[in-house]
DNA sequence: TGCCCTGGCGCC
DNA sequence: AAAGGGCGCCAGGGCA
């Protein structure tokens, strides 16, 4: 069955219940409790659930305790398909959708929410999906779809992933507040009062305005600290820690600390737990497909950058564990099922593929072997990476070949794919007039703006599939938790890491289930590939033991 | 005062 | 070790 859903205001709404096979409609309901209409059709038929927009709809579900297993997302469905065409930035919203199937004006996309609203329960603004309009735009969709070699993969994938990102968001990372308050006295000093420094960053900015001979300057200014190193003599192009590195000069070490610390107190600090944590949980909001590339942003919290120092705070509750899994060097591997590379693919079967790699083509130096392989997949030339590229080139033409195509495509101001058909956006126009200029002039601009896009599209196949390939594995992984270890909890997912809290005595059962959704999602996404994707595998107490 | 840009740095 | 690709967030600072 295909049930669509028109969310009405306050916890109503209409259903339209469709044969999955001929499309036939079979019925319309109208209900007052939406949320119990679908806990119980769930129950007795576990359909697909067409959601206009899973992240307006699924919260308010999962607050009134339904979970559903497959949904089919309008919104997410739309900006795919018109990314394939395309057409980035063309409003996605079902209204907009429908809008385009009859000629009329298509309404914008809601910017984001901001930061501190609170949604009402079943929020739906004046923009109620009607039912005939949420079919019409479904078999649309459909149609599409149907249209494009495995288009139909990423959808359910991206759609299920909308369903899995209200979930992590609904269990929240557990998080143990007293361990970070403890960090954060013992790196900085205890909690300052509003508007002060905190003590240890204090006495760092002492030490660097008396390494400068007493002349005052902020530390959180870089173009305070460029002119302070000026007046010694000493000329910076900027303050990144790298390049302070280099310095000789007494202030840099204090500076360096300072950056260090000034960063986990903003990024991290008390202002963060009071913002972000709460009942024991890290509740930041995943934005599914918010990167072109198909990898997930959040808003607010940085979740996707949790400072390694920092998850020791990462805590399973008493009897439960952590289960991390995390894709080993994801992206060459991506590469190699990629562009069919045969050898490549053979370097592959070792779990330390620049390992395996350095042996094949390096003499065994590992760190030559990865800097060439990052310059293939990033388009990176410096530190001396041309040369060892080209060993790569010689040796794994196919694979070279593949990600330099991509790059060549960009250059021309085309569009490239990944595995799956996410499809990378076209330059912005003005790039692509600079991109084509061709006076003398402006030549060396024009030149420099299409090797940037040529790098774009390059990075651009190997991490959207590299995306593919994680997102299908999470939603894979779902699926089978929910038969298997339906307590178990997925609780972060980081571009090419998952993280599941357990019952302990589940850890083994999510262990076999994550080895086994790793089979699977490598068979889904390249079918035949002989290129392996190992797991590193953890299970612990803390985030910070893992690996 | 609020808005927008930049530099810098955390993660992958 | 960084760089080369992708992000989000924060503080500073210029501007209306």
Same mark, same amino acid.
């Given at each position: 069955?295909?049930?669509?859903?028109?969310?009405?205001?306050?916890?109503?709404?209409?259903? !339209?219940?469709?044969?999955?096979?001929?499309?036939?409609?079979?019925?319309?309901?109208?209900?007052?409790?939406?949320?119990?209409? *679908?806990?119980?059709?769930?129950?007795?038929?576990?359909?697909? +659930? =067409?959601?206009?927009?899973?992240?307006?709809?699924?919260?308010?579900?999962?607050?009134?305790?339904?979970?559903?297993?497959?949904?089919?997302?309008?919104?997410?469905?739309?900006? *795919?398909?018109? %990314?394939?065409?395309?057409?980035?930035?063309?409003?996605?919203?079902?209204?907009?959708?429908?809008?385009?199937?009859?000629? #009329?004006?298509?309404?914008?996309?809601?910017?984001?929410?901001?930061?501190?609203?609170?949604?009402?329960?079943?929020? @739906?603004?004046?923009?109620?999906?009607?039912?005939?309009?949420?079919?019409?735009?479904?078999?649309?969709?459909?149609?599409? *779809?149907?249209?494009?070699?495995?288009?139909?993969?990423?959808?359910?994938?991206?759609?299920?992933?909308?369903?899995?990102?209200?979930?992590? @968001?609904?269990?929240?990372?557990?998080?143990?507040?007293?361990?970070? !308050?403890?960090?954060?006295?013992?790196?900085?000093?205890?909690?300052?009062?509003?508007?002060?420094?905190?003590?240890?960053?204090?006495?760092?900015?002492?030490?660097?305005?008396?390494?400068?001979?007493?002349?005052?300057?902020?530390?959180?200014?870089?173009?305070?600290?460029?002119? %302070?190193?000026?007046?010694?003599?000493?000329?910076?192009?900027?303050?990144?820690?790298?390049?302070? !590195?280099?310095?000789?000069?007494?202030?840099?070490?204090?500076?360096?600390?300072?950056?260090?610390?000034?960063?986990?107190?903003?990024?991290?600090? /008390?202002? /963060?737990?009071?913002? /972000?944590?709460?009942?024991?949980?890290?509740?930041?909001?995943?934005? =599914?497909?918010?990167?072109?590339?198909?990898? +997930?942003?959040?808003?607010?919290?940085?979740?996707?950058?949790?400072?390694?120092?920092?998850?020791?705070?990462?805590? #399973?509750?008493?009897? +439960?564990?952590?289960?991390?899994?995390?894709?080993?060097?994801?992206?060459?591997?991506?590469?190699?099922?990629?562009?069919?590379?045969?050898?490549?693919?053979?370097?592959?079967?070792?779990?330390?593929?620049?390992?395996?790699?350095?042996?094949?083509?390096?003499?065994?130096?590992?760190?030559?072997?990865?800097?060439?392989?990052?310059?293939?997949?990033?388009?990176?030339?410096?530190?001396?990476?041309?040369?060892?590229?080209?060993?790569?080139?010689? !040796?794994?033409?196919?694979?070279?070949?593949?990600?330099?195509?991509?790059?060549?495509?960009?250059?021309?101001?085309?569009?490239?794919?990944?595995?799956?058909?996410? @499809?990378?956006?076209?330059?912005?126009?003005?790039?692509?007039?600079?991109?084509?200029?061709?006076?003398?002039?402006?030549?060396?601009?024009?030149?420099?703006?299409?090797?940037?896009?040529?790098?774009? @599209?390059?990075?651009?196949?190997?991490?959207?599939?590299?995306?593919? +390939?994680?997102?299908?594995?999470?939603?894979?992984?779902?699926?089978?938790?929910?038969?298997?270890?339906?307590?178990?909890? *997925?609780?972060?997912?980081?571009?090419?890491?998952?993280?599941?809290?357990?019952?302990?005595?589940?850890?083994?059962?999510?262990?076999?289930?994550?080895?086994?959704?790793?089979?699977?999602?490598?068979?889904?996404?390249?079918?035949?590939?002989?290129?392996?994707?190992?797991?590193?595998?953890?299970?612990?107490?803390?985030?910070?033991?893992?690996?």
């Amino acid at each position: 069955m295909v049930v669509l859903v028109s969310p009405e205001p306050e916890g109503a709404g209409r259903l !339209r219940v469709l044969d999955a096979g001929s499309s036939e409609r079979i019925s319309d309901h109208t209900t007052a409790d939406l949320a119990g209409w *679908i806990a119980s059709y769930e129950a007795e038929h576990q359909p697909r +659930w =067409v959601f206009p927009a899973t992240d307006e709809l699924y919260p308010a579900l999962l607050d009134a305790g339904v979970r559903v297993a497959r949904c089919h997302d309008l919104t997410l469905t739309e900006g *795919i398909l018109l %990314a394939h065409d395309g057409r980035h930035g063309t409003p996605r919203n079902p209204l907009a959708a429908w809008a385009r199937l009859h000629r #009329a004006p298509e309404p914008p996309d809601r910017p984001p929410p901001a930061r501190d609203a609170q949604p009402a329960l079943f929020e @739906t603004d004046q923009r109620l999906v009607l039912l005939d309009q949420a079919e019409e735009v479904y078999r649309d969709q459909l149609q599409r *779809i149907d249209a494009i070699d495995r288009m139909r993969l990423l959808v359910a994938a991206e759609s299920a992933g909308a369903l899995a990102a209200a979930e992590m @968001t609904y269990h929240g990372l557990p998080w143990n507040e007293e361990v970070h !308050r403890a960090l954060l006295v013992d790196m900085l000093g205890p909690k300052p009062a509003p508007g002060a420094r905190p003590a240890k960053l204090a006495e760092l900015a002492d030490r660097i305005i008396a390494a400068f001979g007493g002349y005052a300057l902020n530390p959180d200014s870089p173009p305070s600290v460029v002119r %302070a190193f000026a007046r010694q003599g000493i000329e910076i192009p900027s303050t990144r820690a790298w390049v302070l !590195r280099e310095v000789d000069h007494p202030a840099v070490e204090p500076l360096l600390e300072y950056k260090e610390l000034a960063r986990m107190w903003t990024a991290h600090g /008390w202002t /963060w737990i009071d913002s /972000w944590v709460h009942g024991g949980r890290f509740r930041p909001e995943y934005v =599914v497909g918010g990167v072109v590339s198909g990898r +997930w942003a959040t808003r607010g919290g940085a979740a996707l950058q949790l400072p390694k120092a920092l998850r020791t705070a990462v805590r #399973a509750l008493p009897g +439960w564990s952590l289960v991390v899994a995390d894709a080993a060097q994801l992206e060459p591997r991506i590469l190699a099922a990629l562009s069919e590379d045969r050898r490549l693919a053979e370097v592959s079967a070792d779990i330390d593929l620049y390992a395996s790699l350095a042996a094949d083509s390096f003499d065994g130096d590992r760190g030559r072997a990865k800097i060439a392989m990052l310059s293939a997949m990033y388009g990176g030339t410096s530190g001396g990476a041309g040369p060892l590229l080209a060993v790569l080139r010689k !040796r794994f033409p196919q694979a070279v070949g593949h990600v330099e195509q991509a790059a060549a495509a960009g250059e021309q101001g085309l569009m490239v794919r990944s595995v799956l058909g996410r @499809t990378s956006p076209r330059p912005s126009e003005r790039r692509l007039e600079l991109m084509g200029a061709t006076e003398e002039s402006s030549l060396q601009k024009s030149r420099q703006a299409s090797r940037e896009w040529g790098r774009f @599209t390059r990075n651009f196949v190997v991490q959207a599939s590299a995306a593919d +390939w994680a997102l299908v594995l999470l939603v894979t992984l779902r699926r089978r938790l929910a038969e298997t270890a339906p307590k178990a909890e *997925i609780v972060f997912y980081q571009h090419d890491e998952i993280m599941v809290h357990t019952p302990a005595d589940q850890a083994e059962t999510v262990t076999a289930e994550l080895l086994a959704a790793t089979e699977e999602t490598t068979h889904l996404v390249f079918p035949g590939t002989p290129v392996k994707f190992p797991l590193d595998l953890s299970t612990v107490d803390r985030y910070s033991d893992a690996k």
